[in-house]
């Protein structure tokens, strides 16, 4: 083959024991790179299914893992970039790319010969009793005849069109939102208006209007500036014009019109969905979503959701009736709506508990909060995180990012970069995204490395960059998925860190690590007022414990009625594999029918309901456009796991911290998918998990 020279950027992103380096990519040299591994890649296919090929690991599976990983190491890495750092040239190669990238993994996943090659490694001597690579080829060969290999043979194109379609459309769904909640923003030039608002958000709205060249003030639709605003805002009708703007993003009543309605996306996604499904052999692509999952049957999960919505619907009524209340009388709303809802609930807050968020916000400095968590991880686990050396730190995609090094035992186990602050090129949200997965590769052992992206406010001027409680959880909790990525001890790439851990287990690291930032130990050992240096006062903590639990039945009844929707959707619809996708009518009605199924749910679920234009399911991104299609449950699932598997340390105390941490360690983090989640989780617990403890921490087990 004429393999064109590999750049060096490219050799320096893709490197085994150095971290990889993000400087050098450009749209360029990735796109010539990915053509390059996807032809290597088949040939090396090509030649760990020849007829001559030994029926083993190290022939077949080893060769394979290397070429591919080159291939998804460097895709990933445009994801990313695109994600990070939007530009219409990395949209153009992420767009321009698509369709080979996706024909090739769905040509790899439907290749027969491969299929047939793997039934006689799974019996090979190198893999018989060695449980990660036994797991590993279990997976594989299930996830053959989910991706269509025993499909025949003219069903095969069509299920590879449809699977490079549905990817086109999450991406369109992505692009659409990002484009309509950037084509709105409001612009105040009288500060009155901002009445309430913290002094950050004030003065990042004026750096918004100086760097658009306005006069004023201006407030966008990104989670720091909507967030708060809603919540502060004493101007009532700015609430209610943010909004509604934020409402009907990427609807047909849009702001800015309806050229960036994501209902006929949304429709055509399901019905393709549904149509895979159906040739798959299931009966909905609920249960095609739950054959890899920990959780049995599309109906034990709406039963679990069901369950918890019982449990949780007393106390969210009686949230509800005391926030119409306190609005009625304290604030002069006798109408609440959900524009008030959260500045309300903030007064309320305060009123009973008599602080605010921007106060405690005061005490979590950045540098001292990242501190604090690398102090616990080290006492929990026995690992030190460091600045990586000035040479590496130079491997960033943007100023605003730092790399970390991991060691245990002063040998270095994996990196860390962190990407904290939203800018207007970045998707919104929180999450952590492997860049390079821990393997013996040839007799190199391959570290592994996470990617932290957040949103958080970037510092303005002088201030320096404060937390809100909440934006602390969110750190813990994506650093629990940096945890469970980097402290494997799993020799192969396709079950280490969180590769082949199930859907709705994947969140018991993250939503684990969230229940450190109630302690109080903890929280002093990471916070210093902006001022005056102080660590968080006590009485302060004791407020913030006791409104914990503020308004958790109706936030758990919230989180049900995303996690029912999205189950229901996908289970009640399978007739749908039936609509004729080319008739635009048709697909848009089926976008209607799914917020028809929204607004059923949220009359059996919500006790407040959402205004008529109220367009959620078109920007609820996770469904249509990440991995959580029929499994938004996972995160309530989780909750569960990861309540439970914290009450082991409560039982013992901190003292005892490092001894059950150890367990936790050893037991869940250093696993990976090398085993299934239900025999890790029993394994660290000594049983199967009991929903008791989610009830508790939540202030909900009376209700039960
Ligand atoms: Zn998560």
Redesign the pocket.
Known sequence: MNAPVLRPEIAALLAVEQPPRYDGLTPENCGTAIDHFMAAARQTLEQVVAADTPNTWAAVMAPLTSATEQLSRTWSAVHHLNGVMDSPEWRDLTNGKLEAVTTFWSDLAQDERLFAKMKQVAKSADVVGHAAREQALAHALRDFKLGGAELPADQKPVFAKQSTRLAQLSQKFSEQLLDSTNASVVTLSDESRLDGLPEHVVAAAKAEADKRGVAGYVLTLQQPSLVPTLQFARDRALREELYGLQARRASELAAEGPGHDNTPVMGEILALRQRQARLLGFGSSAELSLASKMADSPQQVIDFLKDLARRARPSAEQDLAELRAFAAKELGIADLQPWDVSYASEQLRQARYNFSEDEVRQYFQLPNVLNGLFGLVKRLFGVQIQPASQQAQSAIWHPDVQLFAVYRDSRCIGHLFLDLYARSTKRGGA??DDSRGRRINGQQLQTPVALLTCNFAAPTGENPTTLSHDDVITLF??F??GLHHLLTEVDELEVSGINGVEWDA??LP??FMENFCWEWSNLQAMTAHTKTGKSLPRALFDKMVAARNFQSGLFMLRQIEFSLFDILIHQTTADLADLNTEDTDAVLAAGQRIMQILNAVRDEVAVLKPPAFNRFAQSFSHIFAGGYAAGYYS?KWAEVLSADAYAAFEEVGEQAYDQVGARFLAEILSRGGSRPAMASFKAFRGREPSIEPLLRHNGLAQAA
């Open positions: 999450w952590m909790h994506e629990g998925h994947v969140e993250s939503q995160y």
